[in-house]
């Protein structure tokens, strides 16, 4: 079998693709599908921080979890007290989980001084290879880096001044919808929504649908800052109705007081739901499974479904409650932690998976080898 991580957690038979990985993911799986081998992806669980899980799925979703969940939810099965507190806790102190966080801290937290040190130890290392000769492997080259890097620095300090934010006193004021933005180019929308990848085309859509004395709030990505042309901001700030929110805005405070949520698939809408919202999405997502969301793949319904969603009172009560503790349960019996303490878990996972796919009994059940 093919064996893809991108959590760097295993070194044997480990193929790290990071960036790479739908594109090289969507290549091998063919191969695999074509001499009918089996391709698994390991991946990181946007639900559970520090922990990762093993999938057969096309697109990378946790299909076990989803699964598992929706069996749960469809039985009435009630959440454990584990999965109660981990809504409870966000609720009172919302985060994202942990591999998030660290992206955000490489955009956010390398200094001038760290820039410019990578700088120079590409350029030796280049200077050293044509002394050398050598013909191998060749550095990176620095000048498009520098540029990139003094280029980002001033699109970041222009553009500024094209995006707002808002305390909760003014959220609380008004009325909106709530659309953060993808990374671009990102494999939540290139792969996993590629009917979605023009995100400024939906944010002119959604506009359109916009009900009377509603707003748009658009949140940019933070990995996006510093690289799209200013033109890109002017012209989705020109859409009626469309206000650009700060990236590095806390995304809480505008999750807590939407009227709406609106995302393809994104993270965004999983921590709408554990702060009591509606959610709109657009592709399948590893969130679905809890019944919470409404989901649309034709334009055409987009107006009506933002009125309908509208109407509705997105709070937790006992069942969504319920609902959501079964896919955080669901969820914990498909993952294992990230780190070394749960190499043993993730083979057996990995063992089980496989053997159902063949369609042969598992000798490693998730009872045999849960923690």
């Known amino acids: 079998f093919f064996f893809f991580n991108d959590t760097a957690t295993t070194e044997i038979y480990t193929l790290s693709l990071h960036d790479a990985l739908p594109i090289l993911w969507f290549v091998f799986r063919l191969l695999a599908e074509t001499r009918n081998i089996p391709a698994a992806a390991n991946r990181y669980s946007k639900i559970l921080s520090g922990h990762c899980f093993w999938t057969l799925d096309r697109t990378m979703l946790n299909s076990s979890a989803r699964d598992i969940a929706l069996r749960k939810v469809r039985s009435g099965e009630r959440a454990s007290k584990k999965a109660l507190e981990h809504i409870r806790s966000f609720q009172e102190q919302p985060d994202t989980v942990a591999?998030?966080?660290?992206?955000?801290?490489?955009?956010?937290?390398?200094?001038w001084l760290k820039a410019h040190y990578g700088f120079?130890?590409?350029f030796a290392f280049g200077v050293i290879q044509r002394l050398r000769r050598d013909t191998g492997w060749s550095a990176k080259p620095v000048w498009p880096r520098i540029w990139q890097y003094y280029r980002g620095g001033w699109l970041r300090f222009r553009q500024k001044r094209l995006f707002s934010t808002f305390d909760q006193a003014a959220l609380g004021s008004k009325r909106y919808l709530y659309l953060p933005l993808h990374k671009e180019p990102e494999q939540a929308v290139n792969y996993q929504a590629h009917a979605w990848h023009n995100q400024k085309n939906l944010i002119r859509l959604i506009s359109a649908a916009l009900p009377m004395g509603y707003e748009l709030l658009v949140r940019e990505?933070?990995?996006?800052?510093?690289?799209?042309?200013?033109?890109?901001?002017?012209e989705?700030?020109?859409?009626?109705?469309v206000t650009l929110i700060d990236a590095f805005d806390s995304q809480f405070k505008y999750l807590r007081h939407a009227g709406l949520i609106v995302t393809d698939n994104g993270s965004s809408g999983w921590e709408g739901l554990l702060l009591g919202r509606r959610v709109l999405t657009l592709a399948p997502n590893f969130y679905e499974a809890a019944g919470l969301i409404r989901e649309i793949d034709d334009i055409n319904e987009l107006g009506e479904a933002i009125l309908a969603e509208l109407w509705q009172d997105g709070r937790l009560d006992d069942d969504r409650e319920r609902r959501?503790?079964?896919?955080?349960?669901?969820?914990?019996?498909?993952?294992?932690?990230?780190?070394?303490?749960?190499h043993g878990r993730q083979l057996g996972l990995l063992a089980h998976l496989l053997e159902e796919a063949r369609g042969q009994p598992s000798r490693n059940s998730p009872a045999a080898v849960s923690v």
């Open 99 to 111: 591999y998030i966080r660290g992206n955000w801290r490489k955009v956010s937290g390398e200094s």
């Open 120 to 122: 120079a130890r590409s």
């Open 221 to 234: 990505h933070r990995l996006n800052t510093g690289r799209r042309p200013t033109r890109y901001y002017r």
């Open 324 to 342: 959501l503790g079964c896919l955080i349960d669901a969820e914990r019996e498909t993952c294992t932690p990230v780190d070394e303490s749960g």
């Open 236 to 241: 989705i700030s020109r859409f009626p109705g």
